[in-house]
Nanobody, 121 residues
Framework: QVQLVESGGGLVQPGGSLRLSCAAS????????MGWYRQTPGKQRELVAN???????NYADSVKGRFTISRDNAKNTVYLQMNSLKPEDTAVYYC???????????????WGQGTQVTVSS
């Protein structure tokens, strides 16, 4: 099993910055990709950004140029630096990892518990 623990959410004013962190632990053999999704009430969870083991990244159009995803493979940790935050960035942010665990043999998606980000004056 793989556990994901997120940190770094909170309340910030428009134009401000936050940095989210997510650390993976457990019986990990390998992690293919790590990323961040977000969800607001009544809407589907959407991809914010992800990063694969080779370093390639993907971003939602709405966050390009403002958010930066990075990864520390040695620590199995992914970060999301969020700058120039807007009220529409308000959501619960979920960490995601696609990983293979000991005894698993399959690449499976794992999710964190979510962290609230609120952008408001």
């Amino acid at each position: 099993q793989v556990q994901l623990v997120e940190s770094g959410g909170g309340l910030v004013q428009p134009g401000g910055s936050l940095r989210l962190s997510c650390a993976a632990s457990g019986s990990i053999v390998s992690i293919n990709a790590m990323g961040w999704y977000r969800q607001t009430p009544g809407k589907q969870r959407e991809l914010v950004a992800n990063i694969i083991s080779g370093g390639g990244t993907n971003y939602a159009d709405s966050v390009k140029g403002r958010f930066t995803i990075s990864r520390d493979n040695a620590k199995n940790t992914v970060y999301l630096q969020m700058n120039s935050l807007k009220p529409e960035d308000t959501a619960v942010y979920y960490c995601n990892a696609v990983a293979t665990s000991v005894g698993g043999g399959l690449k499976l998606p794992y999710w964190g518990q979510g962290t609230q980000v609120t952008v408001s004056s």
